[in-house]
């Protein structure tokens, strides 16, 4: 089945605590991209990806880093989270930006 | 003034109407232009990508686009109470970029 698969779906960790949510697509897509999602606010970008080893900020990409390693994995990683990044967040893929993308279920993050 | 903008509503209409959903957007060279609908939840799935001026229909869904006004409109016929939902407007900007930025999104209630 296609697919884009996030872990973990919930989350809670305290401030300054390393975490990584994984993101894997088995569609073969060139694009990926994180978006947080806050209530008022709607989808915001964080970090997309063109291509393997090509990446670059979104809107809001202070406090994340991302890599892309390999074409089905794109992970998100918050080196030092804080409460405001508390959020909803989402993965997707596409075989390009123009093209219809796939979301993730979504990860939950609560940073206390 | 936001990139992309939406009336955060909600929208009520009586079921068997048809429901308008409208999308401004700021950057007068972007490209391509979608619809995503997301249910309390869930995660966003698009409904309708559009690329040029004028009208795309796909069942009961047409959207509409007017670069010269930078407008994106969404109509759903004969609205179902299984319509009711968010519905995302998303936006790639002009530039070889990968960035999608999306509205804050419609809330849709259709009533029986």
């Known amino acids: 089945e296609a697919q884009v698969t996030q872990n973990p779906r919930y989350l809670i960790t305290v401030t300054g605590k390393k975490l990584t949510v994984t993101c894997s697509q088995n569609?073969?897509?060139?694009?990926m991209s994180w978006y947080r999602q806050d209530p008022g606010l709607g989808l915001r970008q964080i970090y997309y990806?063109?291509?393997?080893?090509?990446?670059d900020k979104g809107d809001v990409p202070e406090g994340y880093k991302v890599s892309r390693k390999e074409k089905r994995n794109f992970p998100l990683i918050l080196e030092s989270p804080s409460p405001n990044q508390t959020s909803l967040y989402f993965c997707a893929s596409s075989r390009q930006v123009q093209e219809t993308q796939y979301f993730g279920p979504g990860t939950r993050l609560l940073v206390l | 003034q936001k990139e992309v903008e939406q009336n955060s509503g909600p929208l009520s209409v009586p079921e068997g109407a048809i429901a308008s959903l409208n999308c401004t957007y700021s950057d007068r060279g972007s490209q391509s232009f979608f619809w995503y609908r997301q249910y309390s939840g869930k995660s966003p799935e698009l409904i309708m990508s559009?690329?040029?001026?004028g009208d795309k229909e796909d069942g009961r869904f047409t959207a509409q686009l007017n670069k010269a006004s930078q407008y994106v409109s969404l109509l759903i016929r004969d609205s179902q109470p299984s319509d009711s939902a968010t519905y995302l407007c998303a936006v790639n900007p002009s530039g070889n970029t990968g960035k999608l930025i999306f509205g804050q999104g419609t809330t849709l209630q259709v009533k029986p």
């Open positions: 569609m073969n897509h060139e694009y």
């Open positions: 990806s063109m291509n393997v080893e090509v990446t």
């Open positions: 559009i690329y040029s001026n």
